[in-house]
């Protein structure tokens, strides 16, 4: 599987995606517009380790409803990215079985190697 789930209302997702370059052979998934279904997140989980990794602390929601307070369990984050968007953690990329998540230099940059190398 090729595909990234981002934002299209993230300028932080768009100046990624430039930068790396993303092929036409990528599927492209904004997630307000198609949100993640329970299949989807379970293929991002697989490849992940665990949901956390793929939840944004970051997120509004996140702090508006004090959820750092909470001893959140795998199960709860499982919930609140089914829940409500903007707990994924983005963009994620997915280039076959690696998956790259997040926004950081090192994570960007891994995957546009990853991307790179093998198309």
């Known amino acids: 599987m090729k595909k990234i789930y981002y934002l299209s209302s993230c300028d ?3 100046r990624i995606m430039n930068e790396i370059g993303i092929p036409q ?15 989807e997140l ?3 989980y697989n490849l992940a380790g665990s949901y956390e990794a793929l939840f944004s602390k970051r997120a509004q929601l996140y702090k508006k409803r004090n959820l750092k307070e909470q001893q959140l369990l795998e199960e709860d984050f499982k919930n609140l990215l089914l829940e409500h968007y903007t707990f994924l953690k983005r963009p994620v990329i997915v280039n076959n079985d690696e998956i790259f998540i997040g926004n950081s230099k ?10 790179h190398s093998s198309s």
């Open 106 to 115: 090192k994570t960007v940059e891994a995957a546009k190697n990853s991307i």
């Open 42 to 44: 379970e293929e991002l």
């Open 25 to 39: 052979s990528f599927q492209l998934q904004d997630i307000k517009t198609e949100g993640l279904t329970e299949k």
């Open 12 to 14: 932080t997702c768009k």
